[in-house]
């Protein structure tokens, strides 16, 4: 079973990285910035006959189905279709606001979480661009014969296993559902779920696409808290880049996106052959199964990625609504920060406008 990783998981060691190189990385940037405008037609129009030579995209985690429209983007040609020789895409896990503030790469796929925190606390020069995810999938795991945790007020008496990364997300997952902590118990755990699957507690901290398909797929008859649904949404899956890079490679970063949208939308519409793709093409070094790579695609293609909003402004989209849910899951963590200083949609508004063929991603 692949482990859980939280939210936090790479907080700290993105705050290790920062600290000390924020000054440094602002000469970073700008270096980047000058090579960057070295390359053939970058400050083009992002498009047919626009180059912009090779890009890289830092993955939070190793190469599951989790990243299945990046590798859709590659296979059928998207990317080199929007003026890329190349795009590498690098497995985690990783501190992905570090590589992207360090100019190591273009983009970085994370969550509003973990940015926001680099950008509360550090003042990181990095926006969110868009988001893959409108639902965040991280839920409270049980089992129907152990714990049965379907509501809030299921909780009460339980033991829940949490691991050290997602400590300061359930805290605020209790605060903000005024649960009080002597209700429970927080159990420190590792990542590995057996514990809950043996029956030796009654919930824990876990990913929908992760330990919620081993159980499945063990016959244990899992049932979810998801926390997007109780009091914490945030996005996820959010597509991280430096402030440099959207004033100087603005182009270059419209064709990412252009060719990721293309790329998620064949992901969606047939998540068996992005699951396939996945463990034939790009994961096989991961140990990887048809069986929940095929359940993870099926979960994302229906309840992660798509939305009303997307249905109506397009993938990557995040409303003003679900940007401030992601603000207020921040401030529910003891962060301050504004939307504006978190996400910049303008880049992806320029996509849709440009290309409004792509808001039609449903087939």
Partial sequence: MTPSRGFSTHNRAVVRVVKGVATAAVLALALTACAGSDTPDAAGTAGEGASFGDASIQFSWIKNAEFMGEYLADQNGYFAEAGFDAVDMIEGPASIEAAVISGNVDVGIGNAISTGTIIANEGAPLKIIGATYQKNPFTILSLADKGNIAGLDDLKGKTIGVQASNLSLWEAFLEIN????????????????????????????SYLTNESIDAELLGLDPVNLPLADFGLPFVAETLTVTDDAIKNDREKLKALLVAEIRGWTDAINDPAAAAKLTVDTYGPTFDLTIEKETRQAEIQSTDLVVSADTLANGLFTISSELQQQSIDTLEATGLTITASQLFDLTLLAEVYAENPDLLAYSK
């Fill in 178 to 205: 005024d649960i009080d902590e002597d209700s429970l118990t927080t159990l420190p755990v590792q990542y590995d779920p057996t514990p809950l699957f043996n029956g030796e507690v009654d919930g824990w901290f």
